[in-house]
C-alpha cells in the first residue's frame, strides 16, 4: 500500500526552481525528502516534524531548498530554487516516527520518487 506520493519533478535549467509534493494517506511524526543517484545510497535532503514545523536542511542544500507542511491537506512541499546539476537525482519522501538530522532514524513508508533533471 502506498501511503506517500511524490509530484512536481521535471527538467529545469540550472538556477531554475521546482517545488516537490508529498502527499500522504496517513500521519507520520516525521516526514524527510531524500535524493538519490543511480549506484549511491539515498541521502537525506531535509526533514520536518510535522506537528511542530521544525525542519533541517543538509549542508548541501541550506539556503537554497525550504521545506513545509500544510497539515490540513496531508501535504509537505520541498521548495527547490537556484538549482545545480548536481541537484539531479530521483527524490523521495520517506515517513517516520522521529528525523534524524535531514534525514529519518527509521522509515516506515516511502513514495515512489519523482525525478528532477537540472542541465546546465
Known amino acids: 500500500q502506498v501511503q506517500l506520493a511524490e509530484s512536481g519533478g521535471g527538467s529545469v535549467q540550472a538556477g531554475g526552481s521546482l517545488r516537490l509534493s508529498c502527499r500522504a494517506s496517513?500521519?507520520?511524526?516525521?516526514i524527510a525528502w531524500f535524493r538519490q543517484v543511480p549506484g549511491s545510497e539515498r541521502e537525506g535532503v531535509a526533514s520536518i516534524y510535522i506537528f511542530s514545523g521544525v525542519a533541517s536542511y543538509d549542508d548541501s542544500v541550506k539556503g537554497r531548498f525550504t521545506i513545509s507542511r500544510d497539515n490540513a491537506n496531508f501535504t509537505v512541499y520541498l521548495q527547490m530554487n537556484n538549482l545545480k546539476p548536481e541537484d539531479s537525482a530521483m527524490y523521495y519522501c520517506?515517513?517516520?516516527?522521529?528525523?534524524?538530522?535531514?534525514?529519518?532514524?527509521?522509515?516506515?513508508?516511502w513514495g515512489q520518487g519523482t525525478q528532477v533533471t537540472v542541465s546546465s
Open positions: 520517506g515517513g517516520g516516527s522521529d528525523c534524524k538530522g535531514a534525514a529519518l532514524r527509521t522509515a516506515h513508508s
Open positions: 496517513g500521519y507520520s511524526n516525521c
